[in-house]
């Protein structure tokens, strides 16, 4: 049967340093990958889970909470790596996903998955719904904090549209969980793959959205956000702080052969990232009606 969705799911036994809401990662990962498969709930797909050193039982519970949700002719398979790393597992993702596009039957949509993310149960729809919309090519399901203030808020106002019973942000950045159609990475599987090559995913996300990077007045936000960091010493700002002067650094011209692509981000969020740097406003609330 046709896949509508392929996900590439990653998958590691590691606990961050920064991680919330659970206080280990097993009951993480059993939690974060339960939710999303009832999110998938009667929606063909194809999931991969790509397992970087993960006890062999762990494939057993993802098994148990697949099959009850599954849609007729879903799948789920393993793959099993051995320390491969953050950035090595996000390259194969890319290398998964782009093999499904190119298939001879493709799905509609590909989804990128990480293991510490909680779902609502109407995530998957309300995404494919933003892609939908005339010039849209990649939607988040989080609605990051940073949006509402701080250093890293949005340079310029937002631009708000509806869909899937869903207010949709147009963002610059977001973390490594996206959907996008097969042929949109298939035109930007390039630039989203700097971040395996030492980039980091902010970086990554401006080539290609390209958000702040030819404003004048971000750009200068962003130097004097840089020379404050400067005066003030590392450790008191990080690169978000000074995000399209980052972004043009690490990258050098690559900005300037890549395609603008719009990231569209919800409000109120899809997901809770279970990362105490990364917990989205209402996230309490929104917790409550997923557990």
Not at 143 to 154: F, I, L, S, T
Request: aromatic content about 10%; proline content about 8%.
């Amino acid at each position: 049967m046709h896949s509508l969705i392929a996900v590439a799911h990653r998958v590691c036994p590691a606990l961050s340093s920064n991680a919330a809401c659970f206080p280990d990662k097993e009951s993480m990962v059993r939690a974060c990958s339960a939710s999303m498969f009832r999110a998938l709930r009667g929606l063909p797909c194809k999931v991969v889970a790509i397992m970087d050193s993960c006890p062999p039982a762990w494939e057993d519970f993802l098994r148990e909470s697949f099959a009850p949700n599954a849609a007729e002719g879903s799948e789920l398979v393993f793959e099993r790596h051995d320390r491969a790393g953050n950035r090595a597992t996000f390259a194969r993702q890319i290398e998964v996903l782009r093999e499904e596009a190119l298939s001879a039957d493709p799905p509609r949509y590909v989804f990128f998955s990480e293991d510490d993310y909680l779902y609502r149960p109407d995530a998957f729809r309300a995404m494919m719904a933003a892609l939908d919309l005339p010039g849209a090519y990649f939607a988040t399901p989080l609605d990051h904090p940073d949006r509402y203030g701080g250093a890293a808020a949005e340079p310029r106002a937002s631009e708000i549209r509806c869909a899937g019973g869903v207010h949709w942000r147009r963002v610059g950045t977001t973390c490594l969980t996206f959907m996008c159609a097969p042929r949109t990475l298939l035109r930007t599987a390039r630039a989203l793959g700097v971040y395996c090559s030492g980039k980091e995913d902010a970086a990554a996300w401006l080539g290609i959205t390209k958000e702040g990077m030819f404003s004048p007045r971000a750009m200068l936000r962003s130097l004097r956000a840089a020379a404050g960091r400067a005066l003030r010493g590392p450790e008191k700002a990080g690169y978000r702080d000074f995000l399209p002067l980052y972004a043009w650094l690490t990258l050098g011209l690559r900005p300037l052969f890549v395609r603008r692509r719009s990231l569209w981000s919800p409000m109120p969020t899809l997901a809770v990232h279970c990362c105490a740097n990364s917990l989205p406003p209402m996230a309490d609330a929104i917790l409550s009606g997923i557990r």
